[in-house]
């Protein structure tokens, strides 16, 4: 069978499936076309990390229900939950649907509220084009959520966004978070990737924020998915005049894992900061790009990342500041730091700094180390035992992100994941 | 009634640049028991730091000869945070700096580690008695809150140290340089706070360069070491001979044979 045919025999497959899903034209051409380029675009670089011969790109569009008592998540005030493909409850309060808020599954979306998603999707935080995965993303789209925010409302409550991949099934997850924000509104998000069931699939995440002017996002996420789960999780952001982006990434998957997370700063004055912590354990493998790039006048990005490697695990972290000339009065901050908790243990800290532009202020730190013995005698000096005292130091190592997640459910959540994570890889 | 005994006690330590060993430590005896103060004093590099370490488990000190009894029994193989919940206590020239834990919860963790598992302190228990510490340091709260020594000042510091050895309470606590770069108030409140675990359950090793410390904490044997051994041990009234002679009065008057850093 040569390369054409298969490329005509999965377009017909995705087109199928598609128009069995009901999908408008206007989505099923943006998968086709997506599905088109995909073989000529670019896997997504991820500097000191070799991920080619991982299957990132299983081709099968389907769509199958989900078990509902698979997710077992606790009710929240402002909340939808999905298992798989399958939407279990969406809880949104009667004041925020009159002021237009909108909080629903994403095929949901896209019969109710059609021109704001095509507006939207792919279009701005992040474009179809930009690398294969995003491509096979777009093409192979089976699940996801969009949450819409009218121009001036605020959201005082965190709106909870439980995805639960379904590995009782032998399918990928191929899930879209779609967030809009318009004209000065303010909301808080939080989001919750977990895994059931034992089969081996993938997981292609994406989440696209788009921050119009003068509005605050803030982004936390607590990403959990299964040992037999093959990642690739991507985060975008769209930042317009004066809008701030805030992320707070818990990357605590089990199996290996890619993130790319990207936060666009557009407009004037806009604001973006992005902390990630990590911790990987076993053989796993993690590569992780978190970048900003500076566009607009007077922006201001701020990079921190904490990672910790126990047992024969490896973690990459690229931290990546882009000033694009013209961004006049720009400030591009970043720190990498990660502590190796064995001598088996592989990590890189590598700032990537690429300026454009004279008038700014750049700088960056990266560190890769062991747990200080000084700090470690003087604590057990104490009567303090060895263990506890490696947890207090990489408790406090991991410190400076995890107080700055706003969401308190969400830090204690991570905190009782980095303890039980530390608890078993040692 | 807790016993500490040193004896014969040689150290080395390894030289990092040419990986040679060094003696520090040229047999030591010494025998503390808890009721009583004991002061040493000595000239600058004669390795009174290396024996408070030593005895407290530092791992780069190796002990080549001699042995160290905590109540009859050798701890010279015990690691660090076992021969602290045995009872000592080593309060650090240079205390470490920790970020990111807070100086209450790493006291917590102190005070815990102490107990059993299933009789671990209260928090209305553990704040009552940090209060109460706190008062007796004139230390505000708010230091508890910060985190562990990180930006600390000298003196506040020191004075850490000190809440540390009121809060875990040991048998015998060993102190090393504690008045160094104290103003006259902080001084006197380290010594109030010394002075407040004083009794018959607690002994402690106070190394010093200077007599005043030693008027408001009145020892009551105080030792001298040159070159690695103790040369001379008296009481209260020895320290403060020293204090007019100097250490080449004193080396001279008991004819012995070793250099001091300023005279190389
Ligand atoms: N870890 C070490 N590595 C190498 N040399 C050491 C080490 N610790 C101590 N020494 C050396 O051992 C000798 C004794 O040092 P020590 O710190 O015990 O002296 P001290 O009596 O406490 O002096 P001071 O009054 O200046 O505090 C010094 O020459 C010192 O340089
Ligand atoms: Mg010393």
Redesign the interface.
Known sequence: MDTMQTQTQAATAVQTAAQQHNEPSWLINKRLAALDQMADLPMPLVQRFNYRDWDLMPGNLQWADSKRDLAQVADGPVQIVQVGQTTVRVNLPEKLQEQGVVLTDFFTAVKDYPDLVQEAFMTKAMKANENRLASYHTAYLNAGVFLYVPNNVVISEPIDIQLIQDNTLDQPLNSHVLVVAGRNTEVSVSQHLTTVGENANLANCLMEVIADENSHVTVATLDELGRKTLAYVERRAYAADNASVNWAVGFMNEGNTIGNFDTELNGVGSRADAKVIAITDHDQRMGVNTKITNRGKHTNGNILQRGVILEDSELVYNGIGDIIHGAAGSEAEQENRLLMMSSNAHGNANPILLIDENDVMAGHAASVGQVDEQQLYYLMSRGIRRETAERLVIRGFLGAVLSAIPAKAVRSQLVEIIERKLENGR | MATLEIKDLHVEVTDEENQTAKEILKGVNLTMKTGEIHAIMGPNGTGKSTLSQTI????SYHVTQGDILLNGESIVDM???ER??KGL??G?QY???????TNA??LR??VN??RAKDDQISVMDFLKMLDKNLAILDMSEAMTER?LNEGFSGGEKKRNEIL?LLM?QPSFALLDEIDSGLDIDALKVVSKGVNAMRGDNFGSMIITHYQRLLNYIVPDVVHIMMGGRIVKTGDASLAKRLEKEGYAGLRDDLDIDVALVDEN
């Open positions: 407290m488990g530092q791992p690691p660090v945070d602290a919940r206590f080593l650090m205390p470490a700096e920790i970020q990111g834990v919860e790493f963790a102190a580690a102490r985190y540390q875990i």
